[in-house]
C-alpha cells in the first residue's frame, strides 16, 4: 500500500509570487484535505476535497485555492505569496462516503519559505 | 478554536506506560474522539479513535470516561520513538467537518 507523498519537500520562493504544491493520496482514498503548519503550532485546515469538489474550507483566503483530479491526488495553489504564508504544507488522505469520513493519513508535507 | 485541552508537555519513563489526558467537556453525541501524533519532521500519523467505548489496536488505547468529557491515550510500553506531539481532536467526521487541531502535548520518553 502506498501512503500519501507530496512535492516538492522545499521550496524557497519571494513575495507575490505563485506556488503549487502536489499531494498524491494513498491507495483507495477518495478524499484529499490540506493543512498549514506554522513552526510551533498544531496544524491548520485550509480546505478538504472529495470526488473533485471542494468540501469544506477553513478560515484562509481565497488565493488559496486547490484541485483533486480523478485519481485524486490533489494540488494546492496560493497565489500573491506573504511572508507569513512561510510554514509546512500537510496533505492528508482519507476515505469518505457520503456521510463521513475515516481516518486521516498525512504525507510529510511540503516546507514553504517566502524572502 | 480547539475543542479539546491537552497538558503542554509531559515525560515518561522509557518502558513504563504513558497516559495522556485530553479534555473534551463540550463535546457533542454523535462526535468522536481521535488521537494522532507528529514525530519531529514528520506529517501527523493517526494513533486511534473511539465514541464512547474504550478502544485498542496495536499502538496504543483509548479510555473514555462515561461522560464523554475526557479521555485518556495509553502507550502500553513507550519507547524513546514515542517522543513526539501527541494531538487529541473531536469531530463528528462528517464531511463538511474542519478538523481542528490545538497545540498538543509534546511526550518526552527518557531513558
Known amino acids: 500500500e502506498t501512503g500519501v507523498t507530496q512535492s516538492p519537500t522545499h521550496l524557497i520562493k519571494t513575495r507575490g509570487q505563485q506556488v503549487t504544491l502536489r499531494c498524491s493520496s494513498q491507495?483507495?482514498?477518495?478524499?484529499v484535505s490540506w493543512y498549514q503548519q506554522a513552526l510551533g503550532q498544531g496544524p491548520q485546515f485550509i480546505f478538504q476535497?472529495?470526488?473533485?469538489?471542494?468540501?469544506g474550507r477553513g478560515n484562509f483566503p481565497p488565493r488559496f485555492s486547490g484541485l483533486q483530479f480523478p485519481n485524486y491526488s490533489s494540488e494546492l495553489n496560493v497565489n500573491a505569496l506573504e511572508l507569513d504564508d512561510s510554514a509546512l504544507y500537510l496533505c492528508?488522505?482519507?476515505?469518505?462516503?457520503?456521510?463521513?469520513?475515516?481516518?486521516?493519513?498525512f504525507g510529510d508535507g511540503t516546507r514553504l519559505s517566502i524572502l | 478554536d480547539a475543542k479539546t485541552t491537552q497538558p503542554t508537555s509531559m515525560d515518561c519513563a522509557e518502558g513504563r506506560a504513558a497516559n495522556l489526558p485530553c479534555n473534551h467537556s463540550?463535546?457533542?453525541?454523535?462526535?468522536?474522539v481521535y488521537w494522532y501524533r507528529q514525530i519531529h519532521s514528520q506529517g501527523p500519523q493517526y494513533i486511534i479513535h473511539?465514541?464512547?467505548n474504550n478502544e485498542t489496536n496495536e499502538m496504543a488505547s483509548l479510555i473514555i470516561t462515561e461522560d464523554r468529557k475526557s479521555s485518556t491515550l495509553i502507550l502500553p510500553h513507550a519507547t524513546l520513538r514515542d517522543t513526539a506531539v501527541y494531538y487529541c481532536?473531536?469531530?463528528?467526521?462528517?464531511?463538511?467537518?474542519?478538523?481542528?487541531f490545538g497545540k498538543g502535548t509534546r511526550l518526552h520518553i527518557l531513558p
Open positions: 492528508a488522505s482519507s476515505l469518505s462516503d457520503e456521510l463521513s469520513f475515516g481516518p486521516q493519513h
Open positions: 463540550t463535546i457533542s453525541g454523535n462526535e468522536y
Open positions: 491507495s483507495g482514498h477518495n478524499t
Open positions: 481532536i473531536v469531530t463528528p467526521r462528517e464531511r463538511d467537518d474542519k478538523i481542528i
Open positions: 476535497y472529495y470526488r473533485e469538489e471542494e468540501n
Open positions: 473511539g465514541l464512547k
